[in-house]
Nanobody, 128 residues
Framework: QVQLVESGGDLVQPGGSLRLSCAASESTPNYWSIAWFRQAPGKEREGVSCIGGRETQTYYSDSVKGRFTTSRDDAENTVFLRMNNLKPEDTAIYYC?????????????????????WGQGTQVTVSS
């Protein structure tokens, strides 16, 4: 069964850093692209990043570009989201998801609607 489990969310002060992990079950192909989304209070779910399956091509939303970095460890079937210089507006539930495509094209063009599998999310709170 395909399963994605996020972890690493925490309460952190502005300017701090966190690394989120998205662990995929062994039945989840490690060549699927993995995207990160977030949903903040009062806002719709938005795309954060995507990393390709058979490559390390990455995409980032303008709001996190230069601060967040996504990477993957195929041996562990885990995707990471390193978040630096966190801001209060980064406060949200962060979800990893996959469209089951090797590429991030569906993430880029269709966003959340293209995702076939979702994790349960992990809470990131940025506050002093």
């Amino acid at each position: 069964q395909v399963q994605l489990v996020e972890s690493g969310g925490d309460l952190v002060q502005p300017g701090g850093s966190l690394r989120l992990s998205c662990a995929a079950s062994e039945s989840t192909p490690n060549y699927w692209s993995i995207a990160w989304f977030r949903q903040a209070p009062g806002k719709e779910r938005e795309g954060v990043s995507c990393i390709g399956g058979r490559e390390t091509q990455t995409y980032y939303s303008d709001s996190v570009k230069g601060r967040f970095t996504t990477s993957r460890d195929d041996a562990e079937n885990t995707v990471f989201l390193r978040m630096n210089n966190l801001k209060p507006e980064d406060t949200a539930i962060y979800y990893c998801a996959t469209s089951t495509s090797i590429l991030c094209d569906e993430y880029y063009f269709q966003g959340a609607a293209s995702m076939k599998h979702w994790g349960q999310g992990t809470q990131v709170t940025v506050s002093s």
